[in-house]
């Protein structure tokens, strides 16, 4: 086998493999002889067709079948020859492929970029630290109170926290626009849910009140012929409902999963659920910070059949959570590239980055850390060794707990190099941080 190669432009590589036509044409008559041997064709017994029928009727849809494979051996075996790293699939351009000469074809690829790794030491790093307090978990079973609150209808005037059932027509310049109407609608006053202004009206009207309000529409608002315009709103309240919160009882518990213990085993479960929120925000933190130094201090090449390949994961993803495989639209159209190259490229440069790391500090992945975090994720089930069970007999599902601990590891590496800062926070603001983040 002749291989030459060539560096065109940046990561690009240029082959030329140049294959015997023995190699072929040896191959190709070997699948015929086989094929002969059970082939029908009429006029003749099984087995006792005459090499040329046979040859005519199969020797170019063989042929091309061994080319193929011929073409993909070669180059596997060409760019172990040459010492090279293929980033994405490559694209060949046959250029001899006739019957009886050498085969020979030109594959055009990207190599991984060589990445030269920063001095981590000067990195400085912030590193929150927080507890979940008895008010935190008080205030966390408030919440799964209101999540699992009730409406009661009643004879007053509406307050923020009410929930209101309204009528409204939206107008500008006395003109109805689109969007702006809507017929019992329910809305809870205080949630931010409608543009400023259109809450606070409600406030104090009771059931059977009509008023109209003037608002201001944000100046970002998604509707471009009412962004920063002043419009009216003719509002008619139908009626006015305040929360009623569930009782901390045996039925309120068991929506949790808490058949026995009650109170103590539900606080027990909370403040559990907290400290493992709590645990993951505050790692995230942490990890965020170093990813954006990593990227921030590493200038590297980035393949673009990488980018490519990242763009689609990316936009499968999307699809994914909005459920949008079942549509019959043109999703790149919907979703185009440029929505994810940036993120994408990032994605790209900080998984060439950090496996350079992980391949110059021989870093591992950790059996410990990764039972520890399968067992961390089968807690929040029913039957938590079933799902560890499972993960341990799925070599891809253990694979990606492993790629995240090493990932974990990655942070750790370069958290003991960097400077840090240890800074007190809350439970509080460190999910609301998360949250904002995610």
């Given at each position: 086998?002749?291989?030459?190669?060539?560096?065109?432009?940046?990561?690009?590589?240029?082959?030329?493999?140049?294959?015997?036509?023995?190699?072929?044409?040896?191959?190709?008559?070997?699948?015929?002889?086989?094929?002969?041997?059970?082939?029908?064709?009429?006029?003749?017994?099984?087995?006792?067709?005459?090499?040329?029928?046979?040859?005519?009727?199969?020797?170019?849809?063989?042929?091309?079948?061994?080319?193929?494979?011929?073409?993909?051996?070669?180059?596997?075996?060409?760019?172990?020859?040459?010492?090279?790293?293929?980033?994405?699939?490559?694209?060949?351009?046959?250029?001899?492929?006739?019957?009886?000469?050498?085969?020979?074809?030109?594959?055009?690829?990207?190599?991984?970029?060589?990445?030269?790794?920063?001095?981590?030491?000067?990195?400085?790093?912030?590193?929150?630290?927080?507890?979940?307090?008895?008010?935190?978990?008080?205030?966390?079973?408030?919440?799964?109170?209101?999540?699992?609150?009730?409406?009661?209808?009643?004879?007053?005037?509406?307050?923020?926290?009410?929930?209101?059932?309204?009528?409204?027509?939206?107008?500008?310049?006395?003109?109805?626009?689109?969007?702006?109407?809507?017929?019992?609608?329910?809305?809870?006053?205080?949630?931010?849910?409608?543009?400023?202004?259109?809450?606070?009206?409600?406030?104090?009207?009771?059931?059977?009140?009509?008023?109209?309000?003037?608002?201001?529409?944000?100046?970002?608002?998604?509707?471009?012929?009412?962004?920063?315009?002043?419009?009216?709103?003719?509002?008619?309240?139908?009626?006015?409902?305040?929360?009623?919160?569930?009782?901390?009882?045996?039925?309120?518990?068991?929506?949790?999963?808490?058949?026995?213990?009650?109170?103590?085993?539900?606080?027990?479960?909370?403040?559990?659920?907290?400290?493992?929120?709590?645990?993951?925000?505050?790692?995230?933190?942490?990890?965020?910070?170093?990813?954006?130094?990593?990227?921030?201090?590493?200038?590297?090449?980035?393949?673009?059949?990488?980018?490519?390949?990242?763009?689609?994961?990316?936009?499968?993803?999307?699809?994914?959570?909005?459920?949008?495989?079942?549509?019959?639209?043109?999703?790149?159209?919907?979703?185009p590239d440029t929505m994810f190259?940036?993120?994408?490229?990032?994605?790209?440069?900080?998984?060439?980055?950090?496996?350079?790391?992980?391949?110059?500090?021989?870093?591992?992945?950790?059996?410990?850390?990764?039972?520890?975090?399968?067992?961390?994720?089968?807690?929040?089930?029913?039957?938590?060794?079933?799902?560890?069970?499972?993960?341990?007999?799925?070599?891809?599902m253990l694979g990606n707990i492993?790629?995240?601990?090493?990932?974990?590891?990655?942070?750790?590496?370069?958290?003991?190099?960097?400077?840090?800062?240890?800074?007190?926070?809350?439970?509080?603001?460190?999910?609301?941080?998360?949250?904002?983040?995610?």
């Amino acid at each position: 086998m002749q291989v030459s190669i060539e560096t065109t432009s940046g990561l690009e590589r240029r082959l030329t493999v140049g294959v015997p036509a023995d190699q072929v044409e040896g191959e190709v008559q070997k699948r015929l002889q086989q094929a002969a041997k059970n082939i029908r064709i009429n006029g003749f017994r099984k087995g006792k067709v005459p090499m040329k029928v046979v040859k005519q009727r199969y020797g170019a849809s063989v042929r091309q079948e061994v080319v193929g494979e011929v073409i993909s051996r070669s180059f596997y075996e060409a760019v172990q020859k040459e010492s090279v790293k293929p980033a994405g699939q490559p694209s060949i351009e046959p250029k001899q492929v006739e019957e009886g000469k050498d085969l020979e074809y030109i594959a055009t690829f990207e190599v991984y970029p060589s990445v030269e790794l920063g001095d981590f030491s000067g990195y400085e790093l912030t590193r929150k630290t927080a507890k979940v307090t008895e008010d935190d978990i008080e205030t966390m079973i408030d919440e799964l109170r209101r999540h699992q609150a009730t409406w009661k209808a009643v004879e007053r005037a509406a307050a923020d926290g009410d929930q209101v059932t309204i009528d409204f027509v939206g107008r500008k310049d006395g003109e109805e626009f689109e969007g702006g109407k809507g017929e019992d609608h329910k809305l809870v006053l205080g949630s931010g849910s409608m543009i400023p202004g259109f809450e606070d009206g409600i406030v104090g009207m009771k059931a059977g009140d009509e008023k109209v309000i003037e608002v201001t529409f944000p100046e970002d608002y998604q509707a471009e012929e009412l962004k920063g315009a002043k419009a009216e709103f003719t509002i008619k309240v139908s009626e006015v409902a305040e929360q009623e919160l569930p009782e901390l009882n045996k039925e309120f518990y068991a929506k949790f999963g808490i058949e026995k213990g009650g109170k103590t085993a539900f606080r027990k479960e909370v403040k559990a659920n907290m400290e493992r929120e709590l645990k993951n925000a505050l790692r995230a933190q942490v990890k965020t910070q170093v990813m954006d130094k990593l990227v921030e201090s590493h200038e590297t090449d980035i393949p673009k059949a990488l980018v490519g390949s990242e763009i689609e994961n990316l936009r499968n993803q999307m699809m994914q959570r909005f459920g949008g495989q079942q549509q019959n639209f043109d999703v790149k159209s919907l979703l185009p590239d440029t929505m994810f190259e940036e993120e994408a490229k990032r994605r790209v440069a900080l998984g060439l980055i950090v496996g350079e790391i992980i391949k110059t500090a021989e870093i591992k992945p950790d059996a410990e850390r990764v039972r520890e975090m399968v067992e961390e994720m089968a807690s929040t089930y029913q039957d938590p060794q079933e799902v560890i069970d499972y993960y341990y007999s799925n070599r891809q599902m253990l694979g990606n707990i492993e790629s995240a601990a090493l990932e974990d590891q990655v942070v750790e590496y370069i958290v003991e190099k960097a400077k840090v800062t240890d800074e007190e926070s809350t439970y509080e603001d460190v999910v609301k941080s998360k949250a904002q983040q995610g």
